[in-house]
């Protein structure tokens, strides 16, 4: 699969890894160059400096071939953004936006755009140690 990743924070090197690892064609973009050190030695795909609510960023780093598509920044608005451009601009099948505000998240998922948010799941995982 072709996967184009918005952030290359610790989840979007770890993930972006992992893909690479199976035999995906992957794409990551990120602001800074520096956060590309975070990519495995060894990873085959491509770190492109860009920002993933740039159409001309995302149409280098392959998106409109793209099976997939993550926005994983820090910024829950930028990430929306790049998902919902990806998504409606660029009719990416698969798009999967990281939210950090529940009440954002919620909203959102009910709107269609598929969403993880890891405040909810760490909340979630907090309650059942507890109850475990």
């Known amino acids: 699969m072709k996967i ?5 924070g610790r989840v979007g090197a770890a993930l972006a890894g992992m893909l690479d690892a199976e035999g995906h064609n992957v794409t990551i973009l990120d602001l800074d160059a520096y956060s590309f050190r975070r990519l495995p030695a060894g990873f085959k795909g491509k770190g492109l400096i860009g920002n993933g609510i740039d159409e001309d960023a995302l149409k280098k780093a392959g998106i409109e071939q793209a ?33 950090y505000d529940p009440l954002r998240h919620e ?18 995982i907090l309650k059942k140690k507890l109850e475990g």
């Open 67 to 99: 099976d997939a598509f993550f926005a994983l920044t820090q910024g829950d608005n930028r990430n929306i953004l790049a998902a919902q451009i990806a998504k409606h601009s660029f009719n990416v099948k698969r798009v999967i936006c990281r939210i």
């Open 107 to 124: 909203l959102y998922e009910g709107l269609g755009l598929e969403s993880i948010s890891p405040t909810v799941i760490m909340a979630e």
């Open 4 to 8: 184009v990743i918005m952030g290359c």
